[in-house]
């Protein structure tokens, strides 16, 4: 959408486009925060959320009518929205709404950019640990979970101290996201206490319930527990308008898609994929839509369509080169190698897996190496060096154990009996089941093996 009416529903009686007006960039939604107003109280019936959130990131410029909507509900004069664009470096509100605004639409690297300059400038301790916020978000977005790890931990010390709860339950917030990129197995704690937090407000901020409610479903998502993520995930959905941010609303999305595909809920993860696609190409979000468009190629390869599978792989492996970015490429990779692997392209699934694990690498994603080497493995057994896929899949497994990802462990270690079985080595195989359910239970070892001799 490129221009907002103030009467929407009424046709035009105007030839072509009118010009909208230029404006401070970050006045609309500071003017609404505020004001203390959601995007549909601002909206009302005569405008609509998505023309303002539009309008709050850039991404259109407001009619003059709309404009005095928009200043007249705000009680903010127009001269606020019309002012001097030189005033964002001198006013440190305006420079978090031009942060806030770069978040937004989808420039990270500006905005880290923006809150370093602003944390180094800013004289006044507030302003710096509300930058910081600004900050950790725009490093875990550029795949930096450790940076946006401390600069959230950071800025959650001073709130806490400052006793602004609010701000510490969303500063703790990112915290447990960035943990969870790390594949902490403590991102789920940190996320129910930051929920645990916020739920003490009265009233509760529902904005920010939604947003918590999300980092702990993808949370829990990273340790598989899919029915979970999937529950917490819907009930940030069932706040109802409180996911205004349509990027954030996508993300459940994207979200509900891939727990959904683990429990084998083709159906709803097929739906909710293409619900987040829809947000990605309005906001013409090319790293949501690389991402996207292999989530696609795996639930229709699922569904038993390899061709479509390999269309959606390639959009994304498409995507990836134009961005430049080797974040979450790694996943897409494997992709292709299954994919290859599928139809017994061997030496090009190897290719892939190859690449995967290098990307991976770089990219200091270790349990993704772990997958890498994992699908390498399986390729060289197909291929009948069962020396080399043993010394892949032996490898794999052992940075399992160390990363302590229980589950991913188990599965693959079941994997690695399927293949011992089908080779004949049932005592091999026997091993790889006892290891797989010590990962889970400890206990399960002894218990196997007292079975085991009383048979």
């Not at 943990?179 to 991102?187: R, Y």
């Not at 340790?223 to 996508?250: M, P």
């Not at 004949?424 to 889970?440: I, K, T």
């Amino acid at each position: 959408m490129s221009e907002v009416s103030a009467h929407p529903s009424t046709p035009s009686r105007r030839r072509g486009r009118r010009r909208g007006v230029e404006i401070r960039p970050g006045s609309v939604k500071q003017a609404r925060q505020e004001s203390g107003l959601s995007l549909g109280q601002v909206a009302r019936s005569d405008l609509s959320r998505t023309a303002i959130y539009f309008v709050e990131t850039g991404k259109a410029k407001p009619s003059i009518e709309t404009l005095r909507l928009i200043a007249e509900r705000t009680n903010k004069p127009l001269d606020f929205f019309l002012g001097d664009r030189g005033a964002v470096d001198a006013d440190p509100e305006t420079a978090l709404a031009e942060i806030e605004r770069l978040l937004a639409v989808g420039e990270p690297a500006a905005a880290a950019e923006s809150s370093e300059r602003l944390i180094s400038a800013a004289t006044d301790h507030r302003v710096s640990a509300r930058a910081r916020v600004h900050l950790a978000l725009a490093h875990i977005r550029l795949g930096h979970p450790v940076l946006g790890r401390g600069e959230a931990a950071a800025a959650r010390a001073y709130f806490i101290q400052a006793k602004d709860v609010h701000m510490a339950a969303l500063a703790m917030g990112y915290e447990a996201g960035a943990a969870g990129n790390m594949l902490d197995p403590g991102a789920v704690t940190i996320a129910e206490e930051a929920l645990a937090l916020c739920r003490t407000l009265n009233p509760v901020p529902s904005m920010l319930e939604a947003r918590l409610l999300m980092i702990l479903g993808h949370a829990y998502g990273q340790r598989h527990e899919y029915a979970n993520a999937i529950r917490v995930l819907e009930e940030s959905i069932g706040i109802g308008t409180a996911i205004q941010d349509l990027r954030q609303l996508s993300l459940v999305y994207s979200s509900l898609s891939l727990n959904n595909q683990e429990l084998g809920q083709f159906a709803e993860a097929a739906r909710y994929a293409h619900r987040a696609m829809a947000i990605h190409e309005t906001l013409q979000d090319k790293r949501s839509l690389a991402f996207a468009a292999n989530n696609l190629a795996l639930l229709v390869f699922m569904q038993g369509d390899l061709a479509g599978a390999f269309r959606h792989a390639e959009s994304s492996l498409q995507r990836f080169e134009e961005l430049g970015s080797e974040e979450g490429k790694a996943n897409l990779l494997m992709t292709l190698a299954e994919l290859e692997m599928a139809r017994s392209s061997y030496a090009s699934a190897a290719r892939y897996a190859v690449a995967a694990r290098d990307a991976a690498e770089r990219m200091d994603e270790r349990a993704n190496v772990a997958e890498a080497r994992m699908w390498l493995g399986r390729i060289l057994e197909a291929q009948g060096d069962r020396y080399e896929a043993d010394a892949e899949l032996d490898g794999a497994l052992q940075l399992l154990d160390e990363l302590g990802v229980a589950e991913r462990t188990t599965r693959n270690r079941a994997i690695y009996a399927d293949i011992l079985e089908a080779r004949g080595d049932l005592a091999g195989a026997n091993r790889q089941l006892r290891l797989a359910l010590a990962a889970v239970r400890p206990s399960s070892v002894a218990l196997l093996d007292t079975r085991t001799a009383t048979a």
